[in-house]
């Protein structure tokens, strides 16, 4: 089977590159999603949280504003909170892709924001990056509610930038020119990446430790 790395920047129209993978029958693990059900109601994620973070759960939900401004600009505590989600996260990533083999897909994508910046293109056998003009991408990003010039200025700062992603790529997916353009990108990286030799599945242990631990040393 097949692994493939969905990322790119804030903005780059990923979730609905993730929407149209689906729609052609590509399972998706969506990381961003993973992120939320383990911060949900009942989650795994929040008891350490809470115990790290105390006063951000407040009768079992988590108030991700006051957890955001808690980790905000600050990176050790950030650091913190990567290491309480991230291995749970690893942990969702792994059950899914074991359950789309048992099923014999030949092909399943990873949805992952900060696919490089973990050094997550080790454990896949080609990346898709999604990409577009800046001026757009910024036009996108300053619609969402309570966006701010600051505070994407700080989400940038914390990415790879797109031009290194895109010379990471194994493709380079359009999402400036319209969903039309975009779906003919998709569908031609599926057929064409479907005839790779998958390498990353069965997964490395040893391989995934090494990686987490470089990856959290580039980020201090």
Do not use: C
Not at 18 to 25: E, N
Not at 111 to 124: A, H, K, S
């Amino acid at each position: 089977m097949v692994i493939v790395g969905l990322t790119g920047s804030i903005g780059m129209g990923k979730s609905t590159a993730a929407k149209m993978l689906r729609s052609m029958g590509v399972p998706v693990y969506d990381a961003d999603a993973t992120v939320h059900r383990l911060q949900a109601p009942g989650g795994l994620a929040l008891p350490p949280i809470e115990a790290a973070f105390p006063g951000v759960v407040k009768n079992r939900v988590l108030d991700r504003q006051a957890l955001g401004a808690r980790v905000f600009g600050d990176k050790e505590a950030l650091r913190r909170l990567e290491a309480i989600v991230h291995p749970l996260v690893q942990q969702q990533q792994r059950l899914f892709v074991r359950r789309a083999a048992l099923r014999g897909a030949p092909m399943v994508v990873l949805d992952i924001p900060l696919l490089f910046e973990g050094l997550g293109e080790r454990r896949v056998d080609g990346v898709l990056v999604v990409s577009a003009p800046a001026f757009l991408q910024r036009q996108r990003v300053m619609a969402r509610p309570g966006m701010t010039a600051e505070k994407f200025a700080g989400i940038l700062r914390l990415q790879v930038p797109d031009a290194v992603k895109r010379r990471k790529a194994t493709v380079v997916i359009p999402t400036g020119l319209g969903l039309a353009p975009t779906r003919t990108a998709l569908a031609k990286a599926v057929r064409s990446l479907k005839k790779k030799r998958g390498h990353s599945w069965p997964s490395n242990p040893w391989r995934d430790r090494f990686t987490a631990r470089l990856a959290r040393a580039r980020r201090k």
